[in-house]
C-alpha cells in the first residue's frame, strides 16, 4: 500500500491543497475555502462509511474543529487530508460512542449478497456500483478493513497516513486494506480482480 | 497479522515452507504463492460463507497487488461529491472567527505536525544519539586503558595499595633489567620499555616527595638506573628528549631508507 503508489487522487490535488492551506494560515478565507472544497468530498465518504447517514453531520462538527485548529497545523498537502482525516475520525468516533451504535450493522451483509443481480461481466458490475451500494459493500466489512480501505480509496491516504490517522502500524493497516479490498472484489463479483487480468500501466496503481 | 483461521484449502498451498500447516504460526508473509493459487474454488466459495471463514485472505502478495480498477471505481462511488454550501459556509465561519480570535497562533502539537519527514528525523537523531554514545564508550575505553598503562595509573595504585600495581610491574620485569643499565640508547631500541621508564618518569614527578610509592621496586629500579635519587629528573628528561626526538625522526629515517633499498633493488635489476 505504502510504497506501490500514492493513491491518484491524493497526486492530482495535493500540490494545490497544500498551497491553500499555506494561504489560509496565512489568514486568506478564500483559500481556505479552497481547501475545504477539495478535502470536503474524501472527508464526507470516508464518514459515511463510518456513521453512515450522520456523516454530513459529524462532518461538520470535524471542519468547526479543522478551521479553529488550523493555525496548529504543519505540512503539506498530503499532510492536510491525513490530519483532517484524523479529526473527522475522532468525531466520528465520539458521534458513535453518544450514539452507542456500531458503524455497521450485520444485517446489512446478508442483503448485500443478495444484491449483486445479473451482472453478466465483471466489467459491467464495476461500471454500474452505485453510491449506495459501494457504501453498503464497505460498511459490510470488518471496521478495520472498511477504514482502511476508505482512507486509501477515498480520503486519498497512503500507507504510513492511513496508518497514522487509524494509530495502527502501517504493515496492519496494509493488510487491512488488502484483505478489504479483496473481499469486496468477491462481493462485486470479480474473481479475477485480483489476479488474472493484465491491466494497463494507466489504471493500476 | 492473520487472525483469522487458515482454511485447510488456503494451507495447503503454502509455498515452500517446511511445515505443513502455516495456521500455527503467524504466517509472517506467505506471498508468493498467491499468484498461482487456483483462486477459483475458494473464493467462490466465500461469497457464500459467513464472513471469517473464507481463510483464503491470509494470502497476500508482498507487491503491489492489483486492486486499481476496484479503488477507482469505488473512489468515485463513495467520494461525498454532494455540494453543500451551507456547511462550506459554516466552516469558513469558524475558520474567520478562529483567525480574528488569535486561535490560529495556537502552538503546534506533536498531532499535528504532519510535515512528510518527522519520523525519519526521529530515527535519523535516534541513531546519531546510538553512535555518538558508542564512540564515546570507545574512546571513554581507550582513554581508560591508556591511563591505565600510563602514568595516572600507577600512580593512584601505588599510592591506595600495592595490589594494583602489578599492571605496571608485569609489564616491567622483562625490560626493566636492560633498560635502566643501557641506559639512554636503549629504550629507542625497545619502544615497549621506552614507554614503560617513561611511564614511570612521569609517575615519578608526580609522586616526588610523597614517600611511599616511591619505595616501590619500580621506582627503586628507576632510581637504580639513574643511578640515585638526585639524578632521576635529568635521567628522566634525558629520556623523554630522546624518545620525542625519535619519534620525530624516525618516520623520515625509514622513508630514506626504504627509497634507498629500492633504489639499489632498481640498480641491482638494471645489472643484471
Not at chain 1, 496565512?26 to 456513521?51: I, K, N, T
Not at chain 2, 469558524?94 to 518527522?118: K, L, S, Y
Not at chain 2, 611511599?212 to 629528573?233: C, I, K, P, Q, W
Amino acid at each position: 500500500m505504502g510504497q506501490g503508489g500514492e493513491p491518484r487522487r491524493a497526486q492530482a490535488y495535493d500540490g494545490e491543497l497544500g498551497a491553500a492551506v499555506a494561504r489560509a494560515q496565512e489568514g486568506d478565507e478564500a483559500a481556505f475555502a479552497v481547501a475545504y472544497r477539495l478535502v470536503q468530498p474524501g472527508l464526507l465518504g470516508y464518514l459515511r462509511g463510518l456513521v453512515g447517514d450522520d456523516a454530513e453531520d459529524v462532518a461538520s462538527d470535524a471542519w468547526l474543529e479543522i478551521a479553529r485548529d488550523l493555525g496548529r497545523f504543519r505540512g503539506d498537502g498530503a499532510g492536510f487530508r491525513g490530519w483532517s482525516a484524523t479529526i473527522a475520525r475522532h468525531r466520528a468516533l465520539d458521534h458513535l460512542r453518544r450514539q452507542k451504535v456500531r458503524p455497521r450493522s450485520s444485517a446489512l451483509e446478508q442483503d448485500m449478497l443478495d444484491l449483486p443481480g445479473p451482472h453478466s461481466t465483471h466489467d459491467q458490475a464495476l461500471e454500474s456500483l452505485s453510491t449506495e451500494y459501494a457504501l453498503d459493500l464497505v460498511r459490510a466489512l470488518p471496521r478495520d478493513q472498511a477504514e482502511a480501505v476508505l482512507l486509501r480509496v477515498v480520503v486519498g491516504l497512503d500507507g504510513p497516513a492511513a496508518a497514522r490517522v487509524l494509530g495502527k502500524r502501517p504493515g496492519a493497516v496494509r493488510t487491512a486494506a488488502y484483505r478489504g479490498l479483496k473481499r469486496l472484489a468477491q462481493l462485486v463479483g470479480a474473481e479475477s480482480v485480483t489476479d488474472e487480468r493484465p491491466r494497463t500501466l494507466g489504471e493500476s496503481t | 497479522m492473520t487472525g483469522e483461521h487458515g482454511t485447510a484449502d488456503g494451507n495447503g498451498h503454502g509455498m515452500g515452507d517446511e511445515r505443513p500447516y502455516g495456521e500455527t504460526s503467524p504466517a509472517p508473509e506467505p506471498s508468493y504463492g498467491n499468484a498461482a493459487f487456483p483462486a477459483k474454488g475458494a473464493q467462490g466459495e466465500a461469497v457464500f460463507l459467513p464472513r471469517g471463514a473464507h481463510g483464503d485472505a491470509a494470502f497476500e502478495p508482498k507487491v503491489s497487488y492489483d486492486h486499481g480498477r476496484l479503488e477507482a471505481v469505488l473512489g468515485a462511488a463513495l467520494l461525498g461529491a454532494k455540494e453543500d454550501g451551507e456547511a462550506e459556509r459554516r466552516a469558513v465561519d469558524a475558520f474567520r472567527v478562529a483567525r480574528d480570535t488569535g486561535a490560529h497562533r495556537a502552538r503546534t502539537r506533536r498531532r499535528d505536525d504532519w510535515r512528510p519527514r518527522p519520523q525519519r528525523r526521529w530515527g535519523r537523531s535516534w541513531k546519531a544519539t546510538l553512535s555518538v554514545l558508542l564512540a564515546s564508550l570507545t574512546l571513554g575505553g581507550v582513554a581508560y586503558a591508556a591511563i591505565g598503562a600510563g602514568g595516572h595509573g600507577p600512580a593512584k595504585g601505588a599510592a591506595r595499595d600495592e595490589g594494583v600495581r602489578p599492571s605496571v610491574t608485569t609489564s616491567a620485569p622483562a625490560p626493566s633489567p636492560t633498560a635502566p643499565r643501557s641506559s639512554a640508547p636503549a629504550p629507542a631500541d625497545r619502544p615497549a620499555t621506552a614507554k614503560d621508564t617513561l611511564a614511570h618518569c612521569r609517575a615519578y614527578e608526580k609522586l616526588r616527595g610523597r614517600g611511599r610509592a616511591l619505595n616501590s621496586t619500580a621506582y627503586r629500579r628507576l632510581v637504580a638506573a639513574a643511578g640515585g635519587e638526585d639524578n632521576v629528573s635529568a635521567y628522566c628528561a634525558a629520556l623523554t628528549e630522546l624518545a620525542t626526538d625519535a619519534a620525530d625522526v624516525k618516520p623520515g629515517k625509514r622513508k630514506g631508507q626504504a627509497t634507498a633499498g629500492s633504489n639499489a633493488d632498481k640498480n641491482k635489476s638494471k645489472k643484471h
